[in-house]
Nanobody, 121 residues
C-alpha cells in the first residue's frame, strides 16, 4: 500500500506565505516525478509545479516567481513554498507522485487527499 499525505494548508491573508508538505509512505522502491496540482471551486484541476527526482522543476505561469517546489528523496517528501499569495490561489492543493512499488515493481501514479488553502483579500 502506498499513500501520499499532504499537510500545511490553512487560511492566510493576501501577500502571506504558506508551506505545503507531502509525505509518501508504504511499499516504495523509488519515487520518480512529484507534482502539485490545485482545484478551485467550479474549476478543473490544474498543474501548479512538478519536480523530477534529480530536482528539475516546472511551474505554471500563474505561480512562477512566487512558488517554489523542492523534495527530499531520503525522507520521501515534497514541498511547496508559496509566497506572495493571492486570493486567486485559493484552492484544494493535491500532491501526486509516480512511484515504483516494491515487490511487483509497478510504476503507478498516486494522489494525496488534498489540503485546503484559502487566501483572504
Amino acid at each position: 500500500q502506498v499513500q501520499l499525505t499532504e499537510s500545511g494548508g490553512g487560511l492566510v491573508q493576501a501577500g502571506g506565505s504558506l508551506r505545503l508538505s507531502c509525505a509518501a509512505s508504504g511499499n516504495i522502491f523509488s519515487i520518480r516525478t512529484m507534482g502539485w496540482y490545485r482545484q478551485a471551486p467550479g474549476k478543473q484541476r490544474e498543474l501548479v509545479a512538478t519536480i523530477t527526482r534529480d530536482g528539475s522543476t516546472n511551474y505554471a505561469d500563474s505561480v512562477k516567481g512566487r512558488f517554489t517546489t523542492s523534495r527530499d528523496n531520503a525522507q520521501k517528501m515534497v514541498y511547496l513554498q508559496m509566497n506572495s499569495l493571492k486570493p486567486e490561489d485559493t484552492a484544494v492543493y493535491y500532491c501526486n507522485a509516480r512511484i515504483l512499488r516494491s515487490g511487483d515493481l509497478l510504476l503507478l501514479l498516486y494522489w494525496g487527499q488534498g489540503t485546503q488553502v484559502t487566501v483572504s483579500s
